[in-house]
């Protein structure tokens, strides 16, 4: 049946903005009092510590090493492991506080990912108690910050073909080769190195200051400037066998780590597309073209609905990924398929925002071109969308294609 005119004209009426716009189906109404208390008590500290700076940062190519203790006091570091000063919250938690964390920078979320995930994750599942004594409270107190060295030079997306080796050498094993791309390395106390032995791949925890080690600075970065980035060398590191993992041999120990940061990164990039979708928002009301907000033409609201409708499928995806996670049912190919779901979710969405703005897209005074340059390395890092795909199509068809 056709609409009457008169119909379509009251409809034409402005309607009340929905009560929460980043977050339509209501999510948050699925959490618990706790974890929406984690998440508000995270999101408040990234309003006041993380946001005013960040942009700054970003232009001049600095991690704020300041917010370290910030994350520390709330118990960030290490959040879902228990004992060693750590908090062991749940995975939806841990989930939450990557999104908070990324609202304000991938970077400080890449911080905190690393430094659990990556780092403490290894040490607590496969060290001895000595090691967990010795590094966990230090490390959940961001006194001592952690890297991963897993890529090398020669390819990230492939490394069971890795060239970094060590061999045993009396009571120390000497170590040989090199890392690239990794997070944190020029600032980090320790590094979680993987290299491959006469055993297979294991990890090795490689302290400062050990003779052979050098950890550079990438520079000239694009993407993830509040963050650091480095190379690692090794030149006949003498590392102690008290410093090896002993609990486990093969790639299925970085891979392991691995599932846990990414399990992560895709809770933490929908913060990073609900600041781009705020922030449109705002200025798609207050700029005004053709003599009307550019928020009142069609083609502008389909866009924003179609963020919206990105977002909502990402936070009900990470909200059913945490809940099969804290029932141990969350395979790699399930964060393999939310990885490469939401990094792209989001980077499409920081694009979009980037041309809403026009011009002002390009300045640093908006958050989409910082979110979207950051987004470029999420995509890329702890495995390619195209590698996640693979994983999914490996998962389907039992066919590995890579
Ligand atoms: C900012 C940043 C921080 C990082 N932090 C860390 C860290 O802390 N620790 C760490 O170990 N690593 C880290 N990485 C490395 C990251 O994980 C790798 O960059 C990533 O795994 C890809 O490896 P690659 O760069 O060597 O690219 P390649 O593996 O050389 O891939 C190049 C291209 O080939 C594609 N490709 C690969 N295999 C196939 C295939 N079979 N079929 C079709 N296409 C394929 C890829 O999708 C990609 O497009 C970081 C990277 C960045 C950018």
Redesign the pocket.
Same mark, same amino acid.
């Given at each position: 049946m056709a609409t009457p005119a008169s119909d379509l004209s009251s409809r034409k009426k402005a309607s009340t903005p929905s009560s929460n716009p980043l977050d339509l189906y209501n999510v948050r109404g699925l959490l618990t009092e706790d974890e929406q208390m984690v998440q508000d008590s995270v999101g408040r500290m990234v309003d006041d510590k993380v946001i005013p700076i960040i942009g700054e940062c970003f232009e001049q190519h600095r991690f704020p090493r300041e917010i370290v203790s910030e994350l520390a006091d709330l118990g960030l570091l290490g959040v879902y492991l228990k004992g060693y000063g750590c908090a062991g919250l749940n995975a939806v938690s841990y989930g939450l506080i990557c999104q908070e964390l990324e609202r304000g920078d991938s970077g400080i979320r890449s911080f905190v990912s690393?430094q659990t995930s990556?780092c403490m994750y290894p040490i607590y599942t496969y060290g001895t108690e000595a090691q967990k004594q010795k590094y966990l409270p230090g490390m959940a107190k961001g006194e001592i910050i952690g890297? %991963?060295?897993?890529?090398e030079p020669h390819?990230? $997306?492939?490394p069971a073909n890795m060239k970094t080796h060590a061999k045993r050498k009396g009571k120390d094993w000497m170590l040989n080769g090199a890392?690239m791309?990794?997070?944190n390395g020029s600032i980090a106390d320790i590094a979680v190195v993987w290299a491959m032995t006469d055993e297979g791949i294991r990890g090795f925890i490689v302290e400062k200051g050990m003779k052979g080690f050098s950890a550079p600075e990438i520079e000239n970065k694009f $993407?993830?400037r509040a963050s650091v980035?480095s190379s690692l060398f090794f030149d006949n590191v003498a590392v102690p066998e008290e410093n090896v993992l002993p609990g486990v041999v093969g790639l299925k120990g970085p891979l392991s780590c691995l599932t846990q940061a990414r399990f992560g990164i895709s809770w933490g990039v929908i913060g990073a597309a609900q600041a781009c979708l705020a922030q449109m928002l705002d200025y798609t009301r207050s700029r005004v073209l053709f003599g009307r907000p550019l928020a009142n033409t069609q083609a502008i609201q389909i866009r924003l609905a179609d963020m919206s409708r990105r977002i909502t499928t990402a936070q009900l995806l990470a909200l059913q990924l945490g809940r099969m996670k804290e029932k141990h049912e969350m395979t790699p190919a399930h964060v393999s398929l939310a990885k490469w779901n939401n990094v792209r979710m989001a980077l499409d969405i920081a694009r979009d925002a980037r041309d809403m703005l026009g011009g002002a897209g390009i300045s640093a005074e908006y958050v989409p071109i910082r979110h979207m340059l950051n987004l470029e $390395?999420v995509i890329?890092?702890?495995?390619?969308?195209?590698?996640h795909q693979?994983t999914i199509g490996r998962e389907l068809t039992g066919v590995s294609a %890579?």
């Open positions: 690393v990556l890297c %991963f060295g897993l890529t390819g990230g $997306s492939d890392k791309w990794i997070t $993407s993830l980035t $390395s890329t890092y702890e495995g390619t969308e195209t590698v693979l %890579f």
